[in-house]
């Protein structure tokens, strides 16, 4: 990328030769300002190619000398204003981490987020951060947190804006949970760098059905001794003989019981947290195969829509349950609105104003946020705004404030515009 002053202030550029890298969709999200932390996108077409440009006038690079902590003017005795800065600061650095996540849950991938250190901006004070996300199309294999690439991370982490903030060891975490694709230890050292213990709901929960109804299972099973059990109740054995040994003053067996007892409790604990660490590493792949398979996947097949009755026959260990989304298809051809749309979001806000829907018409009888649908536990709902737009189920007016359940086949009009609702249940069971 590159920097450019212009007439109205100072841009980050980026130059592409070919225009369908761009995706419609990740520049509506980061136009949406989901987040405070990305700049907001500025597409434009030259000849055969296509330039994205970000404004950050009034924001100063990170690695400008007033935010180094080496710098020769900076004094050694740090003013409260300054520390309260850095508390700040810190604060604002977990809540930046914690939004890669949440980019990830709006289906774009980490790898559009451009990590050079001369590209990321902050204020003058140090406390609001900028980056540039670019909005262009990703591979499947892209959505997931190690997309981010450790290397780019560290390069980042290590300038002086983030060091006088982050401690050797949280940077350690955040870079090895990125190259290990462990969302869970990137989500705790984030919470825990912003000071906050609250913890990420699981994006996918239904995922873990499977692991609890295993443990149920075992409660109501005989009681077996794991290998990690069993290491334990030795080396504790061991570690008594060697008491006992030591006792009647023979010394030799005494130690070698004892280093036997060490051995197995060292053995067992590393087995323990290579096996947890599997086991996080194996979940973030999971979830980011099932984030794919929303935005990637084609349209089902026959053999691929399955039905209730087929879900309660099949009780296989390690299958998903089915993936439920949304579609609103539009009745009748309107220029300017899309024939499609699709509702994977637990809650899809419709309407004119760009900053406020997902889902944006450019309509005079469009509100700004005309209405929200909210997907809960498999079921669709309508809820209108409180505002001057009307909404119609099946040409019924729906009150205000209201909410509504919609079903498969059912005709929802915003406006003026008319769109059919169409649910689809995907049997997820195999990549």
Known sequence: MQIK????????????????????????????????????PDTEYLGSGIMCCFEFSGFLQITDPEFSVFSPGKKNIPHKK?????????????????????????????????????????????????????????????????????ERLERLLNCDFF????SADEINALVYSVRENNEELFLRTACKIKGSEEKKEDPLPFLNTGTKKAKHDKKHTGRKYTKEEKDLMIACLSSFLSFVLMAGKMLLPC???FFLALVILTVA????????????????????????????????????????SEEERTGESGTF????????????????????????????????????????????????LHAVIKQINGSFYLEPSKG????????????????????????????????????????????
């Open 255 to 257: 130690f070698l019981f």
């Open 269 to 308: 604990i590393l087995n323990r947290k290579k096996r947890e660490l599997s086991v996080h590493k194996e979940e973030s792949l999971k979830i980011a195969k099932q984030r794919s398979s929303i935005l990637f996947s084609e349209s089902p097949s026959a053999d691929t829509i399955i039905t209730s």
């Open 82 to 150: 300054n520390i309260k800065n850095l508390s700040i600061r810190r604060k604002s650095a977990g809540d930046l981490f914690y939004s890669f996540i949440k980019l990830l849950d709006h289906l774009i991938s980490p790898s559009c987020i451009v990590l050079d250190p001369d590209m990321v901006f902050a204020d003058p004070e140090g406390i609001t951060v900028k980056l540039c996300c670019l909005p262009v199309k990703s591979k499947p294999d892209e959505l997931c947190l190690s997309s981010l690439n450790a």
């Open 163 to 166: 060091k006088s903030v982050l």
């Open 388 to 431: 001057t737009g009307k909404t119609y189920l099946e040409d019924s007016p729906v009150e205000n404030g209201k909410i509504y359940e919609i079903k498969s086949g059912q005709k929802i009009t915003v406006g003026n515009i008319e769109f059919r609702f169409a649910t689809e249940r995907l049997a997820k069971n195999a990549y």
């Open 321 to 368: 349950q089915p993936l439920i989304t949304g579609q609103l298809s539009l009745i009748s051809e309107i220029n300017g609105v899309n024939p499609q749309y699709s509702l994977y979001l637990d809650e899809t806000c419709i309407g004119s104003d760009c900053f406020l829907s997902d889902i944006v018409i450019d309509d005079p009888h469009v509100a700004p």
């Open 5 to 40: 002053k212009g007439p109205y202030g100072y841009y980050a550029i980026k130059k592409f030769d070919d225009p369908d890298i761009l995706c419609t969709y990740a520049e509506e999200v980061i136009d949406g300002n989901i987040s405070d932390f990305y700049l907001k």
